[in-house]
């Protein structure tokens, strides 16, 4: 079974439907040849099995199933609920999405439906109990995916039958159109409600501008939609489904709560990960100075998701839609680099897309493992020689990525960013600097979500937590928080804590309102940064940070908290900038404005987990740092994402596994290399006793 933590397993996804079946068996053969042993197919293929409605052929896959089973391969069979045919949108145009003008979303890319028509669902339901009664108990399939990629491409729903369905989840949540009138502040600008009829998707203003309150919701509507149109297939696919059998579905897009979607109906999520996205030749994704690099990021938010996962689209080839997204080939070595990547956050399942490029189509520009001829490639070679190297790390299989540092995060407050501008200036950054920060100092770190299922448990696994801008607190999160803190943990929010409630109103009380008695601290004013002040910084024990876009004048409240640093220039001269409270065994600082880069690294460096290995290995800050945990062994990663070879310096012998070689001194990590040494805690401990 994948990720049952005994193996870590290559696969590919494979259209059967772009190929002649003559080339079927002998694309299955050298898959096998080149390590594969599970393939992805179905997810776009409706046709293919109802070609007409009403209208049944199983045999397409059923031969293509056959095929696989005796070449000992093993498939993740899809629903085709992704691109409904053109026969079904033609009949039922209600189905399609719209604009937010309400124009419909023709047929003809994919992604093409909404998530609450009636007949959409009735038809999906359909085709996936058919497809599920029919292929579930054929020997070589192993699982499911629900769909391709939820909001993939769209995020946004405006078609009527969201309208509708809008109405009833508000009904739903408030009751009354009076509760509504209430939780949207509707008597601003005379928006006031007499019927939920009256209720609509955001929709084209006057000023542009939308409720924010009606915005907000109408994100946690999106991500219901999506959760309530997977549980439907989940529940049907668990009805025919081996007993073994999972269920999974591949993203990470945005407005889902992908927690609750899997919690709700997935054995394990999967992420699709295209690191080339950084080399796009138009600049799109290009971040700085990581490049690569910052896939690293989505990996441990899906390592939060769902601790265990695989990748179900792992990047093997170019970037290519005819009309976009164009980027280089990967580089020699790159595709193990993502792979180990992948690897290294805790993946154990990695699936390349796609084993053959297609010949036509939208996306005959973006490469999988062969080109168009199969011919025998590099890539393919390179392949080889993953296969050889993930054999070498069989035994971290199951093994866990070990994080001391969290970064806290919850979806009213990822969302509210996207739609109140002022939490989107500070939130972004901030989480940037973070990510820059804990990478470049070889900090491990995991998401936490606050949500109804997080436990003071978890959080206390982390020394070290930061929230940087929880503007929406509920009673309970600041419970949680407080708990976390009274135990022992540090806590590190910055500015606009606790400025909200859920519904996205600001609070009447004093700021920073629930997070008042944990953070002992008090915020009389606050100001945008003014472009005329871009030079005031705070002064921290003579180190000077930068105090950009946003700033909190901080005072103390209470006993246990005390004044760390102050402003120097601007309006707020001389006034208190972060605020440490002693509560309980633990710390909570409240630093008044946004995280830069250097802030978070003097963060780090006071609270005293930067470099976490710096006994046994330095390397530079060009390679990421990533640690894998199993029955006392730690499995240590070294990944070098840069064209120009890194040197690091092991302070001790240590096996590397990829290699088979003992390492010892100065090492060089080629351009795009990777090192996986091996080491038990014991070694660790005692190299640590020695040192310390
Ligand atoms: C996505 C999809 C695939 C394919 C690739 C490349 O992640 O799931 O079907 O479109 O991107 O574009």
């Given amino acids: 079974m994948l990720l049952d933590g005994t193996n870590i397993t290559l696969g590919t996804c494979y259209y059967p439907e772009h190929w002649d079946r003559s080339i079927w068996a002998d694309d ?40 696989a089973w005796e070449a000992g391969m093993r498939v993740i069979f899809s629903t085709p609920t992704a691109t409904p045919p053109a026969w079904l949108t033609e009949e039922y145009p209600e189905v399609l999405n719209a604009t937010r003008d309400g124009d419909l979303i023709r047929h003809g890319s994919r992604r093409h439906y909404n998530y609450n028509s009636p007949v959409y669902r009735e038809l999906s339901a359909n085709i996936v109990e058919r497809a599920a009664r029919h292929y579930a108990g054929h020997p070589a399939v192993v699982g499911w995916q629900v769909d391709n990629e939820f909001n993939c491409e769209n995020q946004t729903f405006y078609s009527e039958s969201d309208n509708m369905a809008f109405r009833r989840f508000l009904k739903e949540k408030y009751g009354t159109v009076e509760c509504l009138n209430e939780a949207w502040g509707t008597v601003f600008w005379n928006q006031t409600y007499t019927a939920f009829s009256e209720v609509h998707v955001p929709r084209r203003t006057n000023s542009g501008a939308v409720n924010p309150h009606l915005e907000l919701d109408y994100i946690r509507f999106i991500s219901d939609s999506v959760c309530s149109f997977a549980a439907m297939q989940a529940d049907i696919l ?17 407005h889902i709560d992908n927690h609750a979607l899997t919690r709700d109906n997935l054995t394990f999520y999967t992420y699709d990960s295209y690191p080339n996205f950084a080399y796009c030749v138009d600049g799109f994704q290009a971040q700085e100075p990581f490049k690569d690099r910052w896939s690293s990021r989505s990996l441990a938010e899906v390592r939060s998701i769902s601790p265990k996962f695989g990748i179900m689209e792992q990047q093997s080839g170019a970037n290519g839609w005819n009309v976009s997204m164009e980027a280089p080939a990967p580089r020699p070595g790159q595709m193990t680099l993502w792979t180990m990547q992948s690897i290294a956050h805790g993946a154990d399942y990695i699936s390349y897309f796609r084993w053959r490029t297609c010949t036509f189509g939208t996306e005959m520009y973006w490469h999988g493992i062969l080109d168009y001829s199969g011919r025998e490639n590099r890539r393919l070679k390179e392949l080889r020689e993953i296969s050889r190297k993930v054999a070498n790390l069989q035994e971290a299989a199951g093994a866990v990525y070990e994080a001391r540092v969290a970064i806290v995060r919850d979806y009213d407050n990822q969302w509210d960013a996207e739609v109140d501008h002022w939490h989107g200036r500070i939130l972004r950054p901030s989480e940037d600097a973070l990510f820059t920060a804990l990478q470049q100092s070889h900090v491990m770190f995991d998401y936490v979500y606050l949500d109804d299922f997080v436990s003071v448990g978890q ?13 929406i607190l509920t009673k309970q999160r600041v419970k949680l928080l407080e708990q976390y803190t009274a135990s022992g943990g540090k806590l590190v929010v910055g500015c606009r804590t606790g400025q909200k409630d859920l519904r996205g109103f600001c609070v009447a009380e004093p700021l920073p309102g629930l997070a008042a008695y944990l953070t002992g601290t008090d915020v009389p004013e606050y100001t945008l940064a003014a472009p005329d002040e871009a030079d005031v910084v705070i002064n921290w024990d003579g180190v000077k940070l930068a105090a950009p876009v946003f700033r909190d004048m901080l005072a103390v409240c209470g006993e246990d908290a005390q004044v760390l640093a102050r402003y120097e220039g601007g309006c707020y001269a001389g006034e208190p900038a972060l605020v440490r409270n002693c509560f309980g065994r633990g710390e909570v600082y409240y630093f008044g404005s946004t995280f830069d880069v250097a802030t978070v690294k003097t963060f780090l460096d006071k609270l005293s987990v930067k470099e976490p290995l710096a006994l046994l290995l330095r390397l530079p800050e060009s390679c990421e740092l990533a640690v894998r945990r199993k029955d006392n062994t730690d499995y240590i990663f ?3 994402y840069t064209k120009e070879e890194a040197k690091i310096n092991l302070l001790f012998p240590l096996e590397e596994l990829l290699g088979g070689m003992r390492e010892e001194g100065e090492v060089t990590v080629p351009a795009y290399g990777v090192k996986v040494y091996r080491t038990s805690c014991m070694e660790r401990e005692a190299i640590n006793r020695g040192k310390a």
């Fill in 28 to 67: 299955l053969t050298r898959m096998k040849e080149a390590g594969i042993s599970v393939v992805r197919v179905a997810e776009f293929a409706w046709s293919k099995i109802e070609p007409r409605e009403g209208e049944y052929t199983y045999e397409f896959f059923d031969d293509f199933l056959d095929l």
């Fill in 238 to 254: 668990r009805q025919y489904i081996k007993p073994g059998d999972f269920i999974t579905t591949n993203g990470m897009f945005g």
């Fill in 459 to 471: 959080l206390a696994r982390y020394s070290v937590l930061f929230y940087p801008h929880p503007e």
């Fill in 638 to 640: 070294v990944l070098n």
